[in-house]
């Protein structure tokens, strides 16, 4: 007897939690398929479908949609259900700003302390990032995207600073995977590449201007992607070439 594919397969399968963690379980599988787009914005949740594909009752599910409304990925409308959030174009203007900001002081930190652990890692993850490019393979370049911004954090023990860039990333991700391309694989490379080289260089001010051109290039693409694709960002239809005023240089 053939078994019907559910809608939801792609969150795992029933069985797959544990008793003690089904509630942060749910929510992470929730959130992973937000994340990466599995579940794009706008998407409708069948509550009662996603309870059949993972085999929990409704409770871990309407707390897990709880918690993820209120990390702004899911919109719960009374006496509608809950939906994917879109992406707000204001809130990651405001995220990238932070971001701008905080990773260039942490790398202006960082080469004053040219740790050897940091730059060996760094070397391996820029090798990673060719193999993943290399091979086409958009989802685990993201993953070594991320972790090349993190090993700078993580050689710093800055746990508080990477903590305010960690709560914006769920958000941020999904913006960055929506304009995922070959051509912006490589010419992530090659904003990785020239921060790394200031960083080897132990030039702070060629680190720092390469970090802020590698924001302002993803968001300068992110804006284009929205004005051609306005239905998938929550603020889409109002946002004008006018309002492209992310802070350049």
């Given at each position: 007897?053939?078994?019907?594919?559910?809608?939801?397969?792609?969150?795992?399968?029933?069985?797959?939690?544990?008793?003690?963690?089904?509630?942060?379980?749910?929510?992470?599988?929730?959130?992973?398929?937000?994340?990466?787009?599995?579940l794009p914005p706008g998407t409708v949740l069948d509550k009662t479908a996603i309870c059949a594909q993972l085999g929990v009752s409704r409770?871990?599910?309407?707390?897990?949609?709880?918690?993820?409304?209120?990390?702004?990925?899911?919109?719960?409308?009374?006496?509608?259900?809950?939906?994917?959030?879109?992406?707000?174009?204001?809130?990651?203007?405001?995220?990238?700003?932070?971001?701008k900001g905080l990773e260039s002081e942490a790398l202006r930190v960082l080469i004053g302390r040219h740790d050897a652990d940091a730059i060996?890692?760094?070397?391996?993850?820029?090798?990673?990032?060719?193999?993943?490019?290399?091979?086409?393979?958009?989802?685990?370049?993201?993953?070594?995207?991320?972790?090349?911004?993190?090993?700078?954090?993580?050689?710093?023990?800055?746990?508080?600073?990477?903590?305010?860039?960690?709560?914006?990333?769920?958000?941020?991700?999904?913006?960055?995977?929506?304009?995922?391309?070959?051509?912006?694989?490589?010419?992530?490379?090659?904003?990785?590449?020239?921060?790394?080289?200031?960083?080897?260089?132990?030039?702070?001010?060629?680190?720092?201007?390469?970090?802020?051109?590698?924001?302002?290039?993803?968001?300068?693409?992110?804006?284009?992607?929205?004005?051609?694709?306005?239905?998938?960002?929550?603020?889409?239809?109002?946002?004008?070439?006018?309002?492209?005023?992310?802070?350049?240089?």
């Open positions: 007897m053939k078994t019907e594919v559910g809608p939801y397969q792609f969150l795992g399968a029933a069985g797959d939690f544990s008793r003690g963690t089904v509630t942060v379980d749910v929510t992470n599988a929730l959130r992973h398929a937000i994340v990466t787009l599995a409770f871990p599910v309407s707390e897990a949609l709880a918690r993820l409304a209120d990390e702004g990925l899911v919109d719960i409308l009374p006496q509608r259900g809950s939906i994917v959030s879109r992406v707000k174009i204001a809130d990651v203007r405001e995220y990238m700003l932070i971001r060996e890692a760094l070397h391996a993850n820029m090798a990673a990032q060719r193999d993943a490019a290399a091979r086409d393979d958009a989802e685990t370049f993201h993953q070594i995207d991320v972790d090349f911004h993190d090993i700078i954090f993580r050689s710093l023990r800055m746990t508080k600073v990477k903590s305010i860039i960690d709560k914006a990333r769920a958000n941020l991700d999904r913006a960055r995977r929506l304009i995922i391309t070959p051509r912006r694989l490589n010419h992530t490379i090659a904003e990785h590449q020239a921060i790394f080289d200031g960083i080897l260089a132990r030039d702070t001010q060629q680190a720092m201007t390469a970090i802020r051109a590698h924001i302002d290039a993803v968001m300068v693409e992110l804006f284009a992607f929205a004005q051609a694709h306005p239905s998938l960002f929550a603020d889409g239809h109002d946002f004008t070439a006018e309002d492209n005023d992310f802070p350049f240089g």
